[in-house]
């Protein structure tokens, strides 16, 4: 069977969440890149892949999906199930919570951080600094609750690692590539964590492909 094709550019944290979970279930896929200078994104051929013109969107013979931590967990359903826990209706509830926890807390604050210091600059722009500041105080209030929460088992959706981890991964990656890449410094158990993902095959061969041409 044909590998699965995931279309998107590998700086791209969204396309590298993905590219996480592919590598750590072991699938068979290929990126396939997209050029966004010449709006490559926008064309009918991707837009029939993405109707929103975003990326990432992965091509599993004639399925087509879109939205990255939707396209993580088909991977898992058809490669390696275990990073879903659907055989336990309570473990597989922990890990949709924390999935859930990861986009809508976890995400949602770093994301203007990694925008404000990472893309803008790229574009030609500046940083607005009360943004950042405003949103590392609101990552560093749900660091608070990692903490809390690895207190009590190695990952996050209990001592078992699961898609919830592994969705992590490229925003954490892009946020040491800003000045603030200490910050897990005062959450013990956090950075504990992070180093024990960072010791993964999976998570290193993101961190490779993300790291810009020099």
Known sequence: MAPMKLYGATLSWNVTRCVAVLEEAGAEYEVVPLNFGTGEHKTPEHLARNPFGQVPA???????????????????????????KEGDLKESAMVDVWL??????????????????LILPMLGGSTDQKVVEENIEKLKKVLEVYEA?????????????????????????CLFATPYASLFDAYPHVKAWWTDLMARPSVQKVAALMKPPS
């Open 58 to 84: 992965l091509q599993d013979g004639d399925l087509y999906l879109f939205e990255s931590r939707a396209i993580c967990k088909y991977v898992c359903r058809k490669n390696k199930p275990e990073l879903l």
């Open 100 to 117: 859930e926890v990861e986009s809508n807390q976890y995400t949602s604050a770093l994301n203007p951080v990694l925008y404000q210091c």
């Open 149 to 173: 929460r690895l207190t009590k088992c190695k990952y996050l959706a209990g001592d078992y690692i699961s898609v919830a981890d592994l969705s992590h991964v490229s925003t954490t990656l």
